[in-house]
């Protein structure tokens, strides 16, 4: 199966910094990849959808500035959380779909752990 | 709008028992349905995938079907095992390619 690689998978920071996080599609190129946040015991929340070469289309409530996702090849986007703050903790899921053949599929990546101090 | 809900919120049952996830949707107009794991604190695991044409998927203990009319998909789970614990999660892919998530079931299996 099609593979999605995080890094970093876990993060502390202290609150003002800027922390980038990468996903990556290892063994297919992703023309659309998402950006999913979920709180301790909560299902995942859509935050973000992106096609690369194209700005990001966010889902309402989400800051564009404080979330700022980068997808600038087909196996690469980039989310980079500006000046957190510890409301921002979190565990942040990317996934990715292909451009052909399980389209209607999307393949997630291990996630992210953001901690915050 | 689509909504997916999940029942129970929560289960727990003795190792060996044979068990049954519920999820249903309220718009029919789906690409698929997926069923995923996911153990606390680490990523999702995906199960089984059912597309909208099929009825059932089936993965060693594993049976998911789906019917897409009633808007209900089931997961069961044979002959339960403590390393079966997790969270299960439903999702619906939509008519614009995204996944709406259903709240999850946390299950337990007790040795």
């Known amino acids: 199966g099609a593979v999605v690689s995080q890094h970093p998978s876990r993060v502390i920071c202290k609150s003002g910094t800027s922390v980038k996080i990468e996903c990556r599609s290892l063994?297919?190129?992703?023309?659309?990849m998402f950006w999913y946040r979920q709180f301790p015991k909560q299902s995942l929340m859509l935050m973000a959808t992106?096609?690369?070469?194209?700005?990001?289309?966010?889902e309402q409530g989400v800051e564009k500035d404080k979330f700022l996702i980068n997808h600038a090849s087909l196996t690469l986007s980039t989310l980079t959380v500006t000046s957190a703050h510890p409301e921002d903790s979190s565990f942040y899921i990317c996934?990715?779909?292909?451009?052909?053949?399980?389209?209607?599929?999307?393949?997630f990546g291990p996630g992210t752990r953001l901690t915050v101090l | 709008k689509q909504e997916v809900t999940q029942i129970p919120a929560a289960l727990s049952v003795p190792e060996g028992e044979n068990l049954v996830l519920n999820c249903s949707f309220t718009?029919?107009?789906?690409?698929?349905l997926q069923w995923f794991r996911q153990d606390p604190g680490k990523g999702l695991t995906s199960l089984l995938l059912?597309?909208?044409s099929q009825r059932e998927q089936t993965s060693g203990r594993l049976n998911a079907s789906l019917d897409k009319s009633s808007g209900r998909s089931t997961l069961y789970i044979a002959a339960s095992q403590p390393g079966d614990s997790a969270t299960y999660l439903c999702?619906?892919?939509?008519?614009?390619?995204?996944?709406?998530w259903g709240a999850g079931t946390k299950l337990i299996i007790k040795p």
């Open positions: 996934s990715a779909r292909g451009a052909s053949g399980g389209y209607n599929e999307q393949f």
């Open positions: 063994d297919f190129q992703a023309t659309t």
């Open positions: 992106s096609n690369e070469g194209s700005k990001a289309t966010y």
């Open positions: 718009d029919s107009a789906i690409y698929n």
């Open positions: 059912i597309q909208s």
């Open positions: 999702a619906v892919t939509n008519s614009n390619y995204q996944l709406i």
